[in-house]
């Protein structure tokens, strides 16, 4: 989205969350990647607002902080949206040259966005033909101006050069999937759940290609809120609280007194019906394809983002999904080397630090295709 290289040394991926700014640099290394630079802080209050930043000085401001602190030289990045009104989807259309459907896509588009064309920012990316027929299957993104506008002024009001804005989704996708050294998640359907602070990204990948993505309105900041409604702690204490309990299956075994015990019994109900909206995605996707299907079955849950490392997440999830559930983190799997870094960050920032580790990637990945066989 909005890609185009302009040749710079290093890329740096930057990823702006409700909670917090996560930046990731990479750099090729033999067969894969290594770590070079990573870190975060928080965003600054009240800065976004349904994924459009809204305090352009403020966070740009945080941006360079982050950058400077972390020693992050890069004169390029690479940012990403997403949300319910980012719209993802695979069609098919009539066979015809990129030039040509470049001047047709927003009239494409339009039968699949409610929002105005003249408000929004279309692009695509053509996969190949459909056997037998003369359709091809193209990948359609569509997103609210101002949602890629507000990312794109808030980088060049930091001093670096917006290479381009990608889709939360794909970031997820590249870190994963693409770079998972195993090829575990290319044999099979599984879902990435991206918990985050705003909202939750559920994203099916079937056979190491993207099939799906939904975005649902729980995650950390409800539970957080609900934990401070109910015992009148600050949001810093409520935030805390709320990676100190233990998520449980049984509510009836916990003793009714201890606070740990009230805000699990506020936060599980919540939750629950993320856990039931989760399951919807799946059924929904699972709905297109015949009984029995092989591709169909989703057969792993990985889960991403800072939510996901409440302690007991992926036992509780799995339990509810009944499906295997892991927790997701940038590097552990992958072709990406820790570099300077140790497996302690890896094990606390990992799961936080897939989306920035996606976009870093989103370059390197571009010009390793380039470079001729050797």
């Known amino acids: 989205m909005l890609s185009q290289l302009f040749g710079k040394d290093t890329v740096v991926g930057i990823d702006i969350g409700n909670s917090h700014i996560k930046a990731v640099e ?19 209050l009240d800065s976004c607002r349904d994924g459009v930043i809204t305090n352009i000085p403020d966070v740009a401001q945080a941006i360079r902080t982050l950058l400077r602190s972390a020693n992050i030289r890069s004169t390029g990045a690479v940012a990403a949206i997403s949300g319910s009104q980012v719209i993802v989807r695979q069609v098919q259309l009539p066979k015809m040259s990129e030039a040509s459907l470049r001047k047709s896509i927003r009239f494409e ?8 064309m003249d408000d929004s920012v279309v692009e695509f990316e053509i996969l190949g033909d459909v056997e037998g027929t003369d359709q091809m299957n193209v990948m359609l993104v569509a997103a609210p101006k101002d949602l890629v506008e507000s990312r794109v002024s808030v980088l060049e009001a930091a001093g670096v050069e917006p290479i381009a804005i990608d889709v939360e989704a794909f970031a997820i996708i590249r870190a994963l999937v693409d770079c998972n050294k195993t ?10 759940v991206d918990m985050g602070a705003s909202h939750t990204d559920v994203n099916i990948v079937s056979g190491g290609t993207f099939a799906l993505t939904r975005s649902i309105p729980i995650a950390g900041e409800s539970f957080t809120n609900a934990i401070k409604t109910l015992t009148g702690f600050s949001y810093d204490d409520a935030e805390r609280m709320k990676f100190e309990m ?28 993320l856990l039931r909206e989760i399951r919807r995605s799946i059924h929904y996707y699972q709905s297109q394809f015949p009984e029995g299907a092989e591709q169909a079955s989703v057969s792993e849950v990985v889960l991403t983002g800072g939510t996901a490392r409440m302690p007991g997440m992926a036992a509780y999830v799995s339990s509810k999904l009944n499906v295997p559930v892991e927790i997701g983190d940038a590097w552990s799997k992958n072709q990406i080397s820790l570099g300077r870094f140790t497996q302690d960050f890896a094990d606390d920032y990992g799961p936080v630090l897939v989306v920035g580790t996606g976009l870093a990637l989103k370059e390197e990945m571009t010009r390793a295709k380039q470079r001729p066989a050797a």
């Open 26 to 44: 990479v750099e090729p290394c033999g067969t894969g990647f290594r770590l070079v630079n990573a870190a975060l802080q928080v965003t600054p």
């Open 109 to 116: 588009a339009a039968k699949y966005v409610s929002a105005s």
């Open 183 to 192: 090829q575990d998640f290319t044999s099979k359907t599984i879902a990435l």
């Open 246 to 273: 233990a998520l449980q299956e049984s509510i009836d075994k916990l003793s009714s007194g201890d606070v740990e015990s009230k805000c699990w019994r506020v936060v599980q109900p919540l939750l629950d019906e």
